[in-house]
């Protein structure tokens, strides 16, 4: 039986990433029935909707997803179609490994980064609790809860535990909000005392931005809160060439979505530019997932292989192809 994969394009440059990355996954060889249903602007013009019924009536039938970046609108307009999946669908870890490609070049590339985020991705202040309580006073409503802080340190540190990882460090600000992100780290050390194998830690958030710049590599696993794994899942992101390279996860106990977090980038869209890496190393996720860890680990291989050559890599990465040059050295490599 094919696997069933709802696929959502995007906005901009998603279609063109999306294409991409479907042609380098079929090239592995896995069974895939794809069922594309639009999110974001083109929806929008053709249903009234950024985020139609539709993708969930897909979702809900093949419980697992590939979504292309999709465009928010800042201080006004729609609500993020992300943040909507996440809580609609119950997507409480956010999952984003940050690993140097080989032969890619950044100010980091000499050091032995390999972390892993677990951002909490369903509360916070993401909840989008806010009202002006006079004029020219906004309130916005932080909210942990002890069951999603629980589950996501234990999807951290079962984890670290399947995966042989060696350390988990919770990032907080519990000097400050000692409520709140006293509670998450309760929790979280909690589950760690479950884990004794394991070393454990904490940082502040502050510090932990300041460490990662100047030793990434003391790093292993991190377990944040929603709104600093955000910020800090973007930072890592730029240890190892931004977020056109990096991949991302959304999990939950029914569904899953793997996603590229970079831009729409619609200054290049149509021009056959786009990078379509991240979303391709997402895809590697998923194929994981559905437990086509053969097919994922030759894409991994075939991707990394095309960045150490050289010879393929988009503007983006210091080359010159384009978006089907390069998918085709990946799918050449295969």
Known sequence: MPHQITLIPGDGIGPEVA?????????????IEWDRVDAGIKAEKETGKFLPDSVFASLDRTRVGLKGPIATPIAGGHPSVNVALRKKLDLYVNFRPIKMLPGLKTRFSDLPIDMI???ENTEDLYSGLEHEVVTDVVESLKVITKTASMRIARATFEYAAR???????AIHKANIMKMSDGLFLR????????????EYGEMIVDNACMQ??????????LVLPNLYGDIVSDLTAGLVGGLGIVPGANLGERHAVFEAVHG???????KGLAN???????????LRHLG????ALRLQRALESVYEEGINRTRDVGGTATTDQFTDAVIAKL
């Open 276 to 286: 379509p890496t991240a979303l391709m190393q997402s895809a590697t996720l998923m």
């Open 212 to 221: 990662l710049v100047m030793r990434p590599e003391i790093f292993d696993l």
């Open 292 to 295: 086509e860890r053969d097919a």
């Open 117 to 119: 985020i677990f951002r």
């Open 187 to 198: 929790c979280c050390r909690e589950v760690a005392a479950e884990f004794t194998q394991i």
């Open 163 to 169: 995966e042989d990882r060696k350390k988990v460090t």
């Open 19 to 31: 294409a991409a990355t479907v042609r380098s996954v079929d090239a592995t060889g896995v069974s």
């Open 264 to 270: 729409t980038a619609p200054d290049i869209a149509g």
